[in-house]
């Protein structure tokens, strides 16, 4: 599914690398979580395979099932099936949560040549996903993410991938903000969502979410590569030990 | 959006001197005074004043931002009479059109002037008698309003309108009051005047679209008496490169309720004033604007100057304008609230802000507070942004095409403005409006 081969990153504006050769593969129907210390790269991993402005791909190639994904703008990897639940979602007053999504479904059904969902049908659909979610009809309405909690912007960003059903999934820190029972909820909306043809790349500094989420693969990041990757256990190790060993290990 | 500091206000490069001698003998020829009528004393006052204080050069303080000449120039370019292509605003609502032409009132393509609840007369049929109600307001809160600045075209406009709508209303309209603008020639230079009573308790829906002249010099007094409801909501057509001043002047009596919202999208010059005066206790005046600026249709150039005066207590007064330029295109705010001594409670709020798509533009802004009363509340804010580069792409991340994005981020930015607006079927007329005009265009 996505297939990231030796990918070196810097930003645009200053002289400063963040990615050094990083080499990542999730196939098709699985779970793999990338736990790694502040600062060692995750987000703007995130962030460039996305397409956000202000990083330089020196070196290196992602696809996304055998597409380069650094060659499209950001609405045609959406559009191919790329979806990131953002570290901090962004608040965009004026612009009402449900015309966003309505607008971000129907441009994606669009892009991919399916018929556009009409008011009534998207309505259905949204109140029932809302439902599961535990965000009311009233935070539908709100703004984006305008006075939403924490906690709701994090479930607001899973009613999203809900909504858009991509192909490939990236959390980033989903489970940070989260009380024990909405990690519940988006843990359950994660794991109804996982099938044979949809992967998740679930970034997380906790165990807690991974024992909620069971990746198949668990990486771990430092200075801007996968320096040791495992099965869930490597997550359990983390949480006991610290990143110490690892990064010592890694040389 | 990203906030800078309000901008350093310099002096506009304008070129050229004081006023040029005999320039208001050059204007006031191009134009047919009207003689006689009730309006009579207030013309030939507004003329002698005239006279004495003279046309404003670039140098006037007042005019520091926009350069006054295209409306002090003999004649204006002629632009065509169509302006452009584009469906009537407002269609979806039931309401008493009356049609201008070239600022002159055309009868047989107007509604019958009978509405319950409104006694309607037009300025020339009126100013065929030597007495109407309207004689004690026609250039009177014009006058008033000359202090402590001088609006000189508002003056002009005085003396020289040779029609307008006389309005008086009396009850609860049950549609509101629509003055259709046609442009009857190409070269037309129109002059209209508005004289507005609301009385006691009463209330009206005012809406003003189409095509003005290719200049135009539009006056509106109102008086609002206790209670009293005025609900102004101008659109002229969009995309028509037309030079244009008008002037709001109103007085508002205890608990009496203005609301004003313009909305603008491209033209050449144009410069909107609205003078307000809050007499009466717990009055209440809402001035918005939304604008729409893209250099590439004409050298745009949009002022607001707006000077709100709080003479009684607890009056609350808002002004929000908001302006989205680009390709060159230049918004000026001038914005002044002024609480007098004894205004208590007043609460004032002044907004202005710019989202500029482009280096290429830019906002003046100039906002004053001047409070004489200790017990007040006022705020006022300027903030000039670009596109908020994190909300983009957080849009496009989803899948939201980047023009379609840009839309959301325009239409996100104008929001505040419209929600002046109070008539929600209007509100929405405007906004998909606007969203189709912004849709359109080309990617900025
Ligand atoms: N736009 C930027 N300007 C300057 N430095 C940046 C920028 N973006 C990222 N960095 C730096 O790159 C490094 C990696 O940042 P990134 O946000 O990807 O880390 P992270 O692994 O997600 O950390 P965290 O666990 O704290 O979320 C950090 O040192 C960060 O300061
Ligand atoms: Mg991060």
Same mark, same amino acid.
């Given at each position: 599914?996505?297939?990231?081969?030796?990918?070196?990153?810097?930003?645009?504006?200053?002289?400063?690398?963040?990615?050094?050769?990083?080499?990542?593969?999730?196939?098709?129907?699985?779970?793999? $979580?990338?736990?790694?210390?502040?600062?060692?790269?995750?987000?703007?991993?995130?962030?460039?395979?996305?397409?956000?402005?202000?990083y330089?791909?020196?070196?290196?190639?992602?696809?996304?099932?055998?597409?380069?994904?650094?060659?499209?703008?950001?609405e045609?990897?959406?559009?191919?099936?790329?979806?990131?639940?953002?570290?901090?979602?962004?608040?965009?007053?004026?612009?009402?949560?449900?015309?966003?999504?309505?607008?971000?479904?129907?441009?994606?059904?669009?892009?991919?040549?399916? $018929?556009?969902?009409?008011?009534?049908?998207?309505?259905?659909?949204?109140? $029932?996903?809302?439902?599961?979610?535990?965000?009311?009809?009233?935070?539908?309405?709100?703004?984006?993410?305008?006075?939403?909690?924490?906690?709701e912007?994090k479930?607001?960003?899973?009613?999203?991938?809900?909504?858009?059903?991509?192909?490939?999934?990236?959390?980033?820190?989903?489970?940070?903000?989260l009380?024990?029972?909405?990690?519940?909820?988006?843990?359950?909306?994660?794991?109804?969502?996982?099938?044979?043809?949809?992967?998740?790349?679930?970034?997380?500094?906790?165990?807690?979410?991974?024992?909620?989420?069971?990746?198949?693969?668990?990486?771990?990041?430092?200075?801007?590569?996968?320096?040791?990757?495992?099965?869930?256990?490597?997550?359990?190790?983390?949480?006991?030990?610290?990143?110490?060993?690892?990064?010592?290990?890694?040389? | 959006?990203?906030?800078?500091?309000?901008q350093?206000?310099?002096?506009p490069?304008?070129?050229?001197?004081?006023?040029?001698?005999g320039a208001?003998?050059?204007?006031l020829?191009?134009?047919?005074?009207?003689?006689?009528g009730?309006s009579?004393?207030?013309r030939?006052?507004?003329?002698?004043?005239?006279?004495?204080?003279?046309?404003?050069?670039p140098?006037?303080?007042?005019?520091?931002?926009?350069?006054?000449?295209?409306?002090?120039?003999?004649?204006?370019q002629?632009?065509?009479?169509?302006?452009?292509?584009?469906?009537?605003?407002?269609?979806?609502?039931?309401?008493?059109?009356?049609?201008?032409?070239?600022?002159?009132?055309?009868?047989?393509?107007?509604?019958?002037?009978?509405?319950?609840?409104?006694?309607?007369?037009t300025?020339?049929?009126?100013?065929?008698a030597?007495s109407?109600?309207?004689?004690?307001?026609?250039?009177?809160?014009e006058?008033?309003?000359?202090?402590?600045?001088?609006?000189?075209?508002?003056t002009?406009?005085?003396?020289?309108?040779?029609?307008?709508?006389?309005?008086?209303?009396?009850?609860?309209?049950?549609?509101?009051?629509?003055?259709?603008?046609?442009?009857?020639?190409?070269?037309?230079?129109?002059?209209?005047?508005?004289?507005?009573?609301?009385?006691?308790?009463?209330e009206?829906?005012?809406?003003?679209?189409?095509?003005?002249?290719?200049?135009?010099?539009?006056?509106?007094?109102?008086?609002?008496?206790?209670?009293?409801k005025?609900?102004?909501?101008?659109?002229?057509?969009?995309n028509?490169?037309?030079?244009?001043?008008?002037h709001?002047?109103?007085?508002?009596g205890?608990?009496?309720?203005?609301?004003?919202?313009?909305?603008?999208?491209?033209?050449?010059?144009?410069?909107?004033?609205?003078?307000?005066?809050?007499?009466?206790?717990?009055?209440?005046?809402h001035?918005?604007?939304?604008?729409?600026?893209?250099?590439?249709?004409?050298?745009f150039?949009?002022?607001?100057?707006?000077?709100?005066?709080?003479?009684?207590?607890?009056?609350?007064?808002?002004?929000?304008?908001?302006?989205?330029?680009?390709?060159?295109?230049?918004g000026?705010?001038?914005?002044?609230?002024?609480?007098?001594?004894?205004?208590?409670?007043?609460d004032?709020y002044?907004?202005?802000?710019?989202?500029?798509?482009?280096?290429?533009?830019?906002?003046?802004?100039?906002?004053?507070?001047?409070?004489?009363?200790?017990?007040?509340?006022?705020?006022?804010?300027?903030?000039?942004?670009?596109?908020?580069?994190?909300?983009?792409?957080?849009?496009?991340?989803?899948g939201?095409?980047?023009?379609r994005?840009?839309?959301?981020?325009?239409?996100?930015?104008?929001?505040?403005a419209?929600?002046?607006?109070?008539?929600?079927?209007?509100r929405?007329?405007?906004?998909?409006?606007?969203?189709?005009?912004?849709?359109?265009?080309?990617?900025?």
């Open positions: 599914m996505l297939k990231i081969n030796n990918l070196h990153v810097k930003l645009e504006e200053e002289d400063k690398q963040i990615l050094k050769g990083l080499t990542l593969e999730v196939p098709a129907g699985e779970v793999h $979580a990338i736990m790694g210390p502040n600062g060692s790269g995750k987000s703007t991993l995130s962030y460039v395979l996305s397409g956000r402005d202000g330089e791909v020196t070196e290196g190639s992602a696809t996304l099932e055998g597409a380069s994904l650094l060659d499209m703008e950001p045609e990897r959406a559009a191919a099936g790329l979806f990131l639940a953002f570290q901090y979602p962004v608040e965009i007053p004026g612009v009402g949560n449900m015309t966003f999504l309505r607008t971000a479904v129907n441009a994606q059904r669009k892009a991919r040549g399916e $018929a556009e969902l009409t008011a009534g049908e998207f309505l259905k659909v949204v109140r $029932a996903k809302a439902a599961d979610l535990q965000i009311s009809p009233d935070m539908l309405k709100r703004p984006v993410n305008v006075g939403f909690s924490g906690g912007k479930r607001n960003e899973i009613l999203q991938m809900a909504m858009l059903e991509p192909r490939m999934c990236i959390m980033d820190e989903t489970d940070s903000g009380d024990v029972d909405a990690m519940r909820l988006v843990s359950d909306g994660v794991n109804a969502l996982r099938s044979p043809d949809r992967s998740f790349l679930v970034i997380t500094h906790y165990q807690r979410l991974l024992s909620h989420i069971q990746p198949d693969v668990v990486h771990i990041m430092a200075n801007g590569r996968i320096i040791k990757s495992g099965g869930p256990d490597l997550a359990l190790e983390v949480e006991e030990n610290g990143y110490g060993d690892l990064l010592a290990e890694a040389g | 959006m990203s906030e800078s500091a309000v350093e206000l310099q002096t490069q304008v070129s050229g001197t004081a006023r040029p001698a208001l003998d050059a204007r020829a191009q134009l047919d005074l009207p003689q006689g009730f009579a004393r207030a030939a006052d507004a003329l002698s004043r005239l006279r004495a204080a003279g046309l404003p050069g140098r006037d303080e007042y005019w520091r931002y926009t350069d006054p000449r295209p409306f002090t120039a003999a004649s204006p002629a632009l065509p009479v169509d302006g452009g292509p584009e469906s009537p605003l407002f269609a979806a609502r039931d309401k008493l059109t009356l049609v201008f032409v070239d600022g002159l009132f055309d009868a047989a393509a107007s509604d019958d002037l009978s509405l319950e609840g409104v006694e309607i007369t300025l020339a049929q009126a100013d065929q030597g109407h109600w309207a004689a004690d307001l026609y250039g009177a809160l006058l008033a309003g000359q202090s402590p600045v001088s609006r000189p075209f508002a002009l406009n005085t003396a020289a309108a040779r029609d307008g709508l006389l309005i008086r209303v009396t009850g609860k309209p049950a549609k509101p009051v629509h003055v259709l603008h046609r442009r009857g020639s190409e070269g037309a230079d129109a002059v209209w005047h508005h004289v507005i009573r609301v009385e006691s308790g009463a009206l829906t005012l809406l003003e679209s189409g095509v003005v002249g290719a200049r135009s010099n539009g006056v509106i007094e109102a008086d609002l008496a206790q209670g009293a005025l609900h102004h909501i101008t659109a002229k057509r969009a028509d490169p037309k030079v244009g001043l008008s709001l002047f109103a007085r508002v205890a608990e009496a309720v203005l609301k004003s919202f313009a909305l603008v999208v491209n033209g050449t010059t144009m410069r909107h004033e609205a003078i307000v005066d809050m007499v009466g206790d717990d009055a209440v005046a001035v918005a604007a939304a604008v729409l600026g893209d250099g590439n249709v004409g050298p150039h949009h002022d607001d100057t707006v000077f709100i005066t709080h003479g009684a207590l607890r009056g609350e007064s808002r002004q929000v304008f908001k302006k989205v330029l680009k390709n060159g295109a230049v000026v705010f001038q914005g002044k609230i002024l609480v007098k001594n004894g205004a208590q409670k007043t004032g002044q907004i202005s802000q710019a989202l500029l798509l482009d280096e290429a533009s830019q906002f003046l802004a100039k906002p004053e507070l001047e409070i004489y009363a200790d017990d007040v509340k006022c705020s006022h804010g300027s903030t000039t942004g670009a596109i908020d580069e994190d909300a983009l792409f957080y849009l496009r991340s989803r939201v095409p980047h023009e994005a840009i839309v959301f981020l325009v239409l996100s930015f104008l929001a505040d419209l929600e002046e607006v109070e008539d929600e079927t209007l929405d007329e405007i906004n998909e409006r606007l969203d189709a005009w912004l849709t359109d265009r080309p990617r900025g």
